[in-house]
């Protein structure tokens, strides 16, 4: 499925901008695109008990699955230099999007795509052994 | 770092903690063995919850048990499940604090099914060095 590469990267430099981000100073907004055409969108969200820290990609995908929505095309993630998820937020793509496309975003706007399976080997969940 | 180490040992253990595992919700047991570059084992199983986000893997119960032993230091880990399952990326994003090439040894209760490293595992991973700007 074609999609607007840098609407989609837009999206996610905008939902940085909501990033709450006072102990890491890390700020990170990302928008998912749904099969449907429908893009949801969250900010990292941080917490003084700092496992209580919510990911802005996690969050996207609460938003969307919350929603009723489980088909997912394309992931943008926005921060400072165009970083890769975390290993957490890696589970959560494994677990409903293992064939997603990603896109890195660097606070300029310049865009990296890659797809998942370049930031996660031998998953757990998706392909038992 | 590059250690010898004894991979059937590790696995061994691994599979002995994975007996130990409180799993009555998944069924799914796993155990792991981390290796200390001074030659220490720490064991760990996975301890489910009600609260599934509770619940902590075995990989992580061992590098806790390890860090608040005063120990950072890893060569290696040894991870047993049923189905040579790999380490989820909570674990993997855990393990690459503390060594982003440690050795990772996928076994079985049966025989050890293959060696990989974290980063093989966890490409271009998150780390450490991405919050140095503070």
Redesign the interface.
């Known amino acids: 499925m074609d999609f607007d590469r840098h609407a989609l990267a837009q999206r996610a430099l905008d939902a940085r901008r909501n990033a709450y981000a006072p102990y890491s100073d890390y700020p990170v907004g990302s928008a998912l695109l749904t099969t449907s055409g429908a893009i949801y969108t969250a900010a990292s969200v941080e917490n003084a008990d700092y496992p209580a820290t919510i990911c802005a990609p996690n969050g996207a995908f609460l938003n969307a699955v919350s929603e009723g929505q489980r088909d997912f095309v394309a992931l943008a993630i926005a921060t400072r230099d165009g970083d890769p998820p975390c290993g957490i937020c890696r589970q959560v793509i494994t677990e409903f999007a293992p064939n997603l496309t990603i896109l890195l975003v660097n606070e300029s706007g310049t865009i990296e795509e890659l797809p998942f399976a370049a930031v996660m080997a031998r998953p757990f969940g998706t392909h038992p052994a | 770092m590059i250690a010898r180490y004894d991979a059937q040992q590790l696995a061994r253990l691994a599979v002995e903690a994975a007996q130990r595992a409180y799993v009555p919700y998944s069924g799914y047991h796993v155990g792991a063995a981390l290796l200390t570059a001074d030659g220490t084992i720490f064991t760990g199983c996975n301890i489910e919850n009600a609260a599934y986000p509770a619940i902590i893997c075995a990989e992580r119960t061992a590098i806790s048990k390890a860090v608040s032993a005063g120990q950072r230091d890893f060569v290696a880990i040894a991870v047993c499940t049923d ?12 393990i ?1 604090e503390f060594n982003r090439t440690l050795s990772v040894i996928i076994t079985t209760p049966e025989q050890i ?1 293959y060696e ?1 490293t974290l980063d ?7 780390g450490p060095e ?2 140095e ?2």
């Open positions: 189905n040579a399952g790999t380490p989820c990326g909570i674990c993997r994003q855990v690459n099914a990989t093989a595992l966890l490409p271009r991973a998150f991405k919050l700007h503070k």
